[in-house]
């Protein structure tokens, strides 16, 4: 039977905070696996130039916060953290990499600026450093390893991003930027910008491209190339949308990167996998936004199988529904199936695929006014029922949103060996029936009252956000 | 042990206090329990470490309000005297590790007397920190900066409210320009002549945004509006940008001292 550890990783030094730390993602070094660091929307606790990522050296078991990234500060009275920010190991060395939108720069500059970034090591209090600078762009989300070559080895990092920086303007927003050698090239680190995008989307591409990398240098890019885009409002639009997948075999080494999967239709790179989807761009679903829930994932034993998750409104522009909808190609990604019933009111898929070939799905399901947290894995690809994992329930109008995103734009699985690893954000009621498998507080709580305490042992601190990670040991 | 009594102590300077403050965001009056180590795995220590045991938190964001009675690492100054166990100071620090415990570093100190009339008011005064005077004072000060750093200040009411149709691409991190119009009552400083003005503000509730004033249909006060710039001059003459740009009108009062 597998085991299961929940833990809120909100250290006990902020038994008082009361912030909205939503939007989390995680990095397990596969190298070692008890060092892993998660991310979130959580700004330096005192309001310093550097926003936190969470540490832990012991298999997630307890966190401290390193205030390390770039972006964070205080500017008139209001407390900045980073803007997006997604982190990844290589597979060796224990370097972390992270893709950023400096928060500072964002509202100063009202420029979504993309940050490439890197540590040599997680514990260390000296920032990140700056590897690229970019803008405007968007939700960036890194993947790495390691490959040995030419003496030495060598860290292959991709990073996803929505990238509007075209001169001339084009609407081919999907983006990977590519580092064959990030640990040492100097200078940029021999990041590049490649273009994914080959057909003409209306205006733009969806904001999330997401990645999936096999160890023989096969890697998928999955994005969401929009047909037809009727405005609302600037925040808010009605989207039609194909699911694209392209691929690389070669990590994106040659000439013309992830262009080794041509659609079996019209013949342009990169497969689509559906078309015609709808979806509110902006709208909402409780206290949370939605329009941008895509995950893709490879099968470390087989470069040809892999598999995709998205949501979409299968009502239309009457409806009200997010469904999500999971796929399946064993023919690295030509033709693709149904593999999962589809499931309605659903957001934040994360799909990973352990080194046994068991598939996980994690996802965030809105029904009953309550947010509820889950994780699936199964061996059938769903042939039969999944194991299904409750991670976290509670209430969805608890707390108050302060600002959007609520619980965040993506949560993260991760499959390291035959362990899943991953972080998801929520309401943080200490409450055991929230926890259906457990959970473990760094932070003072009274599980008893149902409240969290401060740290001097006073109770009432509010109800807010926190992160979650979660790990299903084999 | 030194804990010097004010007969004899040199006086503190006038605003050396406000200066510390104006520093550093947390500051507590604390007794040294250990020198040379920390409890907190993870966290280096040497010579400069210290344990001190929090006896009144002077001033601290909401999540450190709490901290009375509980330890405390500091990373002393290299600089700084040396200090012995026992010995009682006012700590003014920065934040550097947050785990199992809180460790801060040392930006600066004041012997204790310096702050016990502060703790003694507080405990008589609805303040709800030794220091919230001081604090407020700060903000005080940082608000008339920021309203003679800005374009145009007026006491108003807001007439209408129109979102601008942009075009571009869509992030979820849009600012969501709105239009606001404000009938002006009264123009403290400023090129404004006209009976209203027009306003930009970010209508959004990304993260990024949702600290910008959003004004309400009706909604009457002191705005602090600052020059749009670039394409933006011709959808207004002026936007609000930060977390401070909308005060109640009786802010005015205040702001002209500092301005």
New interface residues.
Partial sequence: MPRFKVVNITPKALSGESEQDSEPFLAVNPEKPTEMVATAFTSDPMGGRFAPVYVSTDGGSSWSLNTIVPGGGVIQGHAFGTGDITVAFADRGGTLYAGILNGVAAFLQDRTILQILRTSSITSTAPMKVLVNRDPVDQPWVIADTVAGNGGDHDRVFIGNNDFAHDPPSPRSATVDVSGDARTAPGSAGFAPVGIEHRTPAQQDGPPVRLALHPDGTVYAAFESWTTDKAVSRQVSNVTFDVVVTRDDKAAAGASPFQDLVDSTDGSPGQRVATGRFVVFGGSMGQERMGGDLTIAVDPTDANNVWIAWCDRVGGPKGTDNTLHVQRSTDRGQNWRRTRDDLTDVKNPALAVNSEGLIGLAYQKFADNQWTTILETTADSWKSEPETTVLHQAPADVPQAVSLPYLGDYIRLLAVGADFYGVFSGNNTPDNANFPVGVTYQRNADFTTHQLVDVDGTPGVPVSIDPFFFHRAA | MTDPTTSGAPAVPPGEITDLVRRS??SFLGTVTRIGGTPLP?LAADEHTAVVKVDHVLHA??????????RVTVQLRADAAPLAVGDSAAFFT??L??????AVSEVGRLPAHAVRPHVALAATSADEQPFSAVLREI?RQ?LAV?AREADAVLLGTVAGLE????S??????????WRATLDVQHVESGAITADSVSVLYPN????????VPKPRAGQAGLWILHATEGDRRELAPYALR???DYQPAHRLAALREGM
Avoid at chain 2, 62 to 70: P, Q, T, V
Avoid at chain 2, 97 to 102: A, K, M, R, V
Avoid at chain 2, 204 to 211: A, C, G, P, T
């Fill in positions: 965001p947390m993870g964001p909401d999540a450190f309000r709490r901290l009375a009675g509980s920065e934040g590790f947050y785990g199992s415990g809180l903000h940082d920021h979102r601008i149709d942009g571009g691409h869509y992030s979820e991190h849009d600012p969501d320009w959004s509730r990304d993260r990024h945004w949702n600290h930060d977390a401070d």
